[in-house]
Every structure is written in C-alpha cells, then in structure tokens.
C-alpha cells in the first residue's frame, strides 16, 4: 500500500478538500452567477489530480511526534493542497506551460473560455488574469481552510509560524528561479539554492515541521525532521528536474522536454553546462528556453545531457541525499509506524515516473 493512502489519508484529504470546496463554491455563486467557472475550474484543478505528499509528510510527522489521529488534523492538513494549486497555476503561467495533468493549464483554459464566448479583448491577457486571480484565491483559502479545521487555537498558533515561513520560501524561490531563468547564471550552487526553497523546503521539510508543531514535537524530532526533509525535498526536486527532460509525457501529464523549452537553469543543467565541451556547452545554452524546441532538439539535447555525465551524476545525487534523509530519521526517536511511512514517501518521491 502507498504511504500515501495509509490510515485512509488519501481519501480523507479528498473528503476534507470537496466539502470545503462545495462551500466555497456556494460562497461565490452568492455573489455572481459568473464566479461559477471560477469554483468550477479550481475544483478540477486541486480534486483532479496530485500525489497528496504534503499532506502525507505533515501527517506522518505529527504521528511521529506522538499526535493522535483526527479528521481535524486532516483538514487543517489539507490545506498545504492549495498553497500548491496556487503555487502549480501560478508556475504554469510564468512558464506559458499549455498542460498540467493532461489537462490544459488554467490561464490556456480561460483564454480558451474567452474565445468561445466571443467575448471582446483578447483572449490570452484574460487567461492570464484569471489565472493569477485563481492562484491568489487558493492561497487565500489554504489559510481559511487551516483555521476553519477545528483544531484547538493553541495548536494553530504553534503551527501558523510555519505555514506563513513556508509559502514565504517558496514565493521567494519561484522568484529566485525566474530570475536564474532571464540572467542565465548556470552554476550549480544556484540550482541547487532554487531548488531548494522552491521545491524542497516546502514539499517536505515545512510540511514535516507543520505537523510537528501541531503535536507540539521536542527540539530533537524538530531537528531531526529538518534534517530529513531538507535532502530529501532536495532529491524531490533532482527528481522532477530528471523527469522535465527524460519523463515520459503519458506519465508526466506534460509536453516531453518542456523543461528545455522553457529554459529552466535546473541543477541536471547545470552539471551539463559545467561538464561537457565548448560546443555542447555552446549547444546546449543556444537551444536551453527555445520554445519552438522540437522532438529532434529535445532528442538532442537529451543525449548530451546524458554523454556528458550529468544525469549520471544528477541520478547519484539523489541516492546521496536520500541516504542523508533517511539516516538522520534513524537517529531519533518516532513512533513506530509513522517511521516506516516516512521511509517509504521517502522512496516513494525519489523514484516516481510522474
């Protein structure tokens, strides 16, 4: 069984995130008829897909410290599925990314609602606006949703600190990761900080130490889940990076090689950059954000990633970062049962194909 469908996690998110959803689409119908597609396209976006790994981290990390199973805590949980819808719309849009899922993005679906209407302006601006509006909507309920959960107020007040240095980290690191994208800088040391608090620090370390701080954890599982999470959120994101370049589309739910079309300066890059010759090097940065990339410059691209070592070594880095996680969650004292889930999202989210 997946770590992520134990204790009937999977499906009691599910349940949690429907009905709040159902709420909140009445909410908005309230106000206008026209809010409909609004509720309509992020009840698609968060019920219509996702590994549910946030939520399995931060539940697994308050067993850990000794929490004890409710629905509460699965809801107030629930909420980091919407500091990801906003954070995924959001991404799909600074990328021009068509899909998410096999489905199209939302700022391609409301331009396409735009032009089926026939309505006036044009199309593309107004699937971006959507778009932005959609992703702040999310954030704005993952706060909702944390305080509506039912939880005891002293229990919110520990964990809030974490929520808000959560979606801080990962704001700021989207940002660092546009930036990187428009300086070209292709050092692995900024990858690798990228990757880190886009990615990483929220995917696993902070949602681990949001369910820490609702059991009220000790220092020493604080710590230890810090040094868990880290590497292993990092080797998350190598994962990903891996998977932008070599995923399988049917898999993915995205286009093969869209991280190269959008000229994504990932650490999987940047050990390419740094290790091949001035030609491939030269190749590489010349075709790296072209969007009209196609599959023979994808095929390309990826056989001189891969020549050059750097998937290799890319591969390596994973295994080592997985190693460090694992080995400082055998160093401290958890529940027995929550330890061996941690062990196995930790394989389950360096190995996936999707």
């Known amino acids: 069984m997946s770590p992520v469908d134990r204790a009937g996690l999977r499906q009691r998110v599910d349940k949690a995130l429907t009905e709040f959803l159902a709420g909140q689409r009445a909410r908005l119908t309230g106000v206008d008829d026209a809010l409909a597609p609004v509720a309509e396209a992020i009840e698609a976006f968060v ?18 410290a000794g929490g004890v199973d409710a629905d509460q805590v699965l809801t107030a949980l629930a909420a980091l599925e919407f500091v990801q819808a906003s954070a995924l719309i959001h991404d799909d849009l600074m990328d021009r990314s068509d899909t998410r899922r096999g489905e199209p993005a939302v700022h ?11 309505w006036g302006g044009d199309p593309d601006g107004f699937g971006d606006a959507a778009a932005i509006l959609l992703g702040d909507l999310c954030l704005v309920w993952s706060d909702e949703l944390l305080h509506s959960a039912g939880l005891d107020l002293r229990a919110v007040a ?47 370390e902070r949602p681990l130490l949001l369910g820490a701080a609702l059991a009220d954890a000790s220092a020493d599982v604080r710590t230890a889940y810090s040094a868990y999470g880290l590497p292993l959120g990092e080797a998350f994101q190598l994962r990903d990076d891996v998977l932008g370049v070599f995923g399988d589309p049917a898999q993915t739910g995205k286009p093969a090689g869209d ?10 890059v940047a050990a390419a950059v740094e290790a091949t010759d001035d030609a491939g090097r030269e190749l590489l940065l010349s075709r790296l954000g072209d969007p ?63």
Not at 108 to 118: E, I, L, N, T, V
Not at 261 to 267: D, H, M, N, S, V
């Open 47 to 64: 019920l219509g897909g996702g590994k549910r790994l946030r939520p399995a981290f931060a539940y697994w990390g308050f067993r850990g």
């Open 108 to 118: 391609r679906r409301f331009a396409a609602r735009h032009r089926a209407a026939g």
């Open 158 to 204: 520990r964990a809030r600190p974490v929520f808000d240095e959560m979606r801080t980290e990962v704001t700021v690191g989207q940002y660092l990761d546009v930036l990187t994208q428009v300086t070209g800088d292709t050092s692995v040391e900024r990858a690798s900080k990228v990757a880190r608090y886009k990615s990483a620090k929220y995917t696993v």
């Open 259 to 268: 991280d190269l079309r959008e000229g994504k300066r990932t650490y999987l």
């Open 292 to 354: 009209q990339l196609d599959e023979r410059g994808v095929t390309q691209l990826r056989e001189l990633i891969t020549a050059s070592g750097a998937l290799a070594r890319t591969e390596q880095r994973i295994v080592t970062l997985t190693d460090a996680a694992l080995a400082a969650l055998a160093a401290v004292d958890l529940d027995t049962e929550a330890r061996q889930a941690l062990v196995d999202l930790a394989i389950a989210a360096t190995r996936r194909a999707d």
